[in-house]
């Protein structure tokens, strides 16, 4: 099967002096198959919390976990650019994000997560990266595209927020819906990823779409992008 990273990368500015990686301890979630990695105590809750919330809002749309998942919080991710925030590696089922102490330093205009509290943000780019691995999971024998992937792990990021939390969001990236679902490709999330997730999100919430529409595109009866191909 073809394996995939899938990763947050956005403009932020990263200085790291003075937060030297420590000691990261493990503990694993009760009530869902997640371990949890993080160099902060109060990670740990918020870590199995979210996992355990955003496993039953994408149980709903017929997205489950198929095999054990770790989390990790980290200053920095390893191996990919300094901009990337949250990282699933799919090829061994880890998630990396960014710890709330990095986010909290950012400062770049066109940081899409720019108004969110740090511990918000946190949350919601691990929401971005649970979907994906739990998509994952769900389409191992028909994998989608990755235009797919990123629109269901906007679409349920950005639905999860608090009302606060999403109009701080579409404040900063804008509320223009797509014009059709040609919109939702590869080439648009690289130029512009902010409007890529709030059409994602705008386009899931309208009545006629939502689970249903999640649904046809994992079953593959809608095609958004170019459709990864198995070797």
């Not at 976990?65 to 920095?76: D, E, G, H, S």
């Not at 939702?184 to 249903?212: D, K, Q």
């Amino acid at each position: 099967m073809h394996r995939v990273t899938f990763a947050i990368i956005f403009a932020m500015s990263l200085p790291l002096a003075g937060l030297a990686e420590t000691t990261h301890t493990s503990r694993t979630c009760p009530g869902i198959d997640v371990i949890a990695t993080a160099r902060r105590a109060d990670l740990f809750d918020l870590i199995c919390e979210t996992a355990i919330d955003q496993a039953a809002r994408l149980s709903a749309c017929g997205i489950f976990p198929a095999r054990p998942i770790k989390v990790t919080a980290v200053l920095k991710i390893e191996g990919l650019p300094a901009n990337c925030v949250g990282a699933f590696h799919c090829d061994r089922d880890e998630i990396l994000v960014v710890s709330p102490e990095t986010l909290a330093s950012r400062d770049a205009p066109d940081f899409i997560y720019k108004g969110l509290k740090p511990e918000a943000a946190f949350v919601s780019i691990l929401r971005h990266e649970l979907t994906h691995a739990l998509l994952e999971h769900t389409t191992q024998d028909r994998p989608i595209s990755s235009a797919a992937h990123e629109y269901i792990a906007f679409a349920f990021q950005i639905e999860a927020m608090t009302d606060d939390e999403r109009a701080i969001f579409l404040e900063t990236n804008g509320r223009r819906p797509a014009k059709s679902l040609e919109t939702f490709n590869m080439f648009i999330y690289g130029l512009v990823p902010g409007r890529f997730a709030s059409a994602s999100w705008l386009h899931y919430g309208a009545p006629e779409n939502g689970c249903r529409f999640v649904r046809s595109v994992i079953e593959g009866r809608v095609v958004l992008g170019t459709p990864i191909s198995s070797p």
